[in-house]
DNA sequence: CGGAATCCATGGTGATACTG
DNA sequence: CAGTATCACCATGGATTCCG
């Protein structure tokens, strides 16, 4: 288990990885909300660059975490959703969101405390 | 909270890249088990460079979820272990993981299916 | 509207060598 | 043993432009 080169933790690291890239997260759980198009997910993720949300959607849908819908109109529409699969990785990522708020406190101290250490040792 | 600039969500996001690099999760897995000095690390974890090793011990010390303890022996000495703030975010982690245990195969078949249509397009 | 393609800057990462 | 320092590389991501 502890063997990275094990399939296991290959699978496990390709997804912490994924979770850990800075767009994932917002877009699942704006998608949690209900299905968007493009451009609505842009305006809900001001910071997203049209390059990364179209990144981040495929790798989604790639992983099946997130279904693509394309309605062939004019102008063409694009719908995204979350699948059942998606949907049920937001349980995990709420537990980790909410250690996460639980904890800022306490990081941030930590790390204030550290780099006043680091401070004092430059100083000495 | 959907704001990527707003404080809390800039946190959890920093939370996120560090649980998402490749050496964050394997090195407080490996801390969970009990303390270990530089080199123990090194051994458990052979994929990972001693530089990138020391860079993840920091920050995850920074964030205070990683104690280092100094002994000036010669030669010195340096003990690593998890602080109660370390390990309460195992299980987190540890949801994350069943996850991503339990849905390894349906992602991998979606994953087939999503390239096995990208081939189909690109024959078509 | 919803992309794809290109260019380019930045930084994360590894390999190597050196130090206390 | 436990690092630090330096370099070189390549993937990530932003900005811009073009397309169906």
Redesign the interface.
Known sequence: M?D??S??CR???T????????WT??VV??LGEGPRRFNELRR????VSQRMLTLTLRNL?????VSRAVTPSIPPRVDYALTP?GH??R???Q???????A??A??????H???AAADEAVAA
Do not use: C, Y
């Open positions: 502890k990275p080169t399939p296991v699978t496990i690291s997804l912490l990885s994924r979770i850990g890239d800075k997260v917002l759980s704006t809900e993720i001001p910071s849908e790639r992983d099946g975490l699969l049920s990785l349980e995990p990522i537990a980790l969101s909410d250690w996460a708020i904890n800022i306490a990081i941030h101290e930590a790390q405390r550290f780099d």
